[in-house]
Structures are given as structure tokens and as C-alpha cells.
């Protein structure tokens, strides 16, 4: 399990990016990006715009999917979760 | 490359569900489900469900993440874009 991991939520993507970036910068070695539902696309914008831009020597280690039952008014309803584990290579 | 693939739109999920399994049901191995943007939430989405509801003999072999150029009126925008190999164990 990744020591670090940011949890994408629906905040500008930027700011899950500096998150991830502060946990390299500090020592990570791994760097963990969970979300759920529709927040998943803005985890891979987030995991993208990391390797691409600005720690090209970050890789993608592993990406799983899974589908969480979460409480809502309605009871409890299924929804998608991605986890993106990124690396220093 | 898996030979078959669905790229997920702005449609219902259960649509792309329904074409995942038709493949599988035909005969297919591996089937791609591809998406960008937005899309990739829905994408996740559809690997669960056909995973979990409908077909538990098959598993995810692979994810892959990238960035692809579009070309919009503004000229060239980056979106993020995922494929989920869904594979018979």
C-alpha cells in the first residue's frame, strides 16, 4: 500500500496535482491518487498532468478498480472507485 | 491489442454494458472498454458492472492511462483517456 495517497474530490484539478506533488517533493517514493464516481476522470487528468508536466521521472505503477457500497438517503448504493499508484522509476 | 473494444460515450452505461457482454457472448477473449474525458468515470463504471453483475469469470488484465491532443475550435486541447482489458480467467 502506497504511504502517501491525495483522495480527488471535486476541487479545481490543480490542486490535487500540487497535493501530489508536495508528497514527492517531501520524500515519497509512491504516491497513491484515490477517487469515486464521476471524481475518477479528474484522478487520471490528476495523474497525467503529474507525469506529464511536471515529474516526468514518475510513472504509472499500478490502477486498480473496484466498486464501493456507500450509505446514502436512498440506502446504500454502489459506486466505481480507482486507486492510480505512481512511482518515482 | 484486445480485438475488440467499446469506446464509452454520453449514453446510458447499461448501453455499454449490453455491447461488452454481446462481444464476450460472441466468442471474444478480451474486450477493450476505451473512454476519454469526462467518459472515463463511466468507464469504470461499466468494468464493474459487468465484473460484478454479470460475468464474474472475467477479470480486468489490464488499465492504461494517457493523454490524447483533440482539436477543438480553441486548436489543440489535452484530455485524459483510459483502456480497461476486461480478459476470460
Redesign the interface.
Known amino acids: 500500500m502506497a504511504e502517501n495517497s491525495v483522495f480527488v474530490g471535486n476541487k479545481p484539478v490543480m490542486n490535487y496535482v500540487l497535493a501530489v506533488l508536495t508528497q514527492f517533493n517531501s520524500g515519497a517514493t509512491e504516491v497513491s491518487i484515490k477517487a469515486r ?5 479528474r484522478a ?2 490528476v ?2 498532468i503529474v507525469r ?1 508536466r511536471f515529474l516526468p521521472d514518475v510513472d ?1 505503477k499500478d ?5 464501493e457500497q456507500i450509505d446514502s438517503e436512498q440506502g446504500t448504493a ?1 459506486v ?1 472507485a ?1 486507486e ?1 499508484i505512481l512511482a518515482k522509476k
Chains 1, 2 share one sequence.
Open positions: 464516481g464521476r471524481a475518477i476522470s487520471v487528468d495523474a497525467e506529464k504509472v490502477i486498480k478498480i473496484s466498486t454502489n466505481s480507482i492510480i
